[in-house]
């Protein structure tokens, strides 16, 4: 019972690169990855379930604002590449930046905004502003899909881009 308990997300006790846990999980990875190293897509879905299980028991309950924003980015990059309309690909563009930005903005300049505001006494902002933990790498994982759609804004229409 213990060991299953060692493998779910504690908030006062993450996983750190540097520990025992790190280490024997990422050797599971390294063993089952090279299991598979004539099947392409089998290596690629064992990458995203690791790297979606690390993730979870580094940052715990951002894993669902990961996958929201893998998913949004994912769809709009798709239609993206199919779409000819110019005003259909900005829109798309638009909305991707306005989810994804929006995000950004909340988790990491929210209490930079209410206390540059002088908002702190409002009940409404310190609901919202009471206990924000930032994402572990947020702007990157919020910023790098950028590159690939100005990539395909710009007429990559493989989507084949070395940053993503």
């Known amino acids: ?18 520990s025992v846990l790190f280490f024997f999980l990422f050797t599971v990875l390294y063993i089952v990855f090279t299991a598979f190293a004539k099947n392409i897509k089998a290596r690629n879905a064992i990458l ?8 979870y028991k580094i940052s715990g309950e951002y894993i669902g604002l990961l996958i929201a924003v893998g998913f949004i980015d994912f769809f ?5 590449i199919k779409e000819t309309s110019l005003t259909k690909r900005r829109i798309l563009l638009a909305i991707s930046v306005l989810a994804n930005v929006g995000i950004l903005i909340y988790f990491k300049y929210t209490f930079f905004i209410v206390n540059q505001f002088g908002l702190q006494s409002s009940q ?5 502003t009471r206990e924000i933990l930032t994402p572990v ?4 994982y919020i910023l790098n899909p950028r590159v690939y759609f100005i990539n395909i804004q710009g007429g990559d229409r493989g989507g084949r881009n070395k940053h993503c």
């Open 1 to 18: 019972m213990e060991a299953i308990e060692l493998l779910k997300y504690n908030q006062g006790n993450p996983l750190l690169f540097n």
């Open 48 to 55: 995203l379930i690791f790297s979606l299980y690390f993730y």
């Open 76 to 80: 709009v990059g798709k239609y993206l």
């Open 124 to 128: 409404f902002f310190s609901y919202f």
């Open 137 to 140: 790498g947020i702007s990157y």
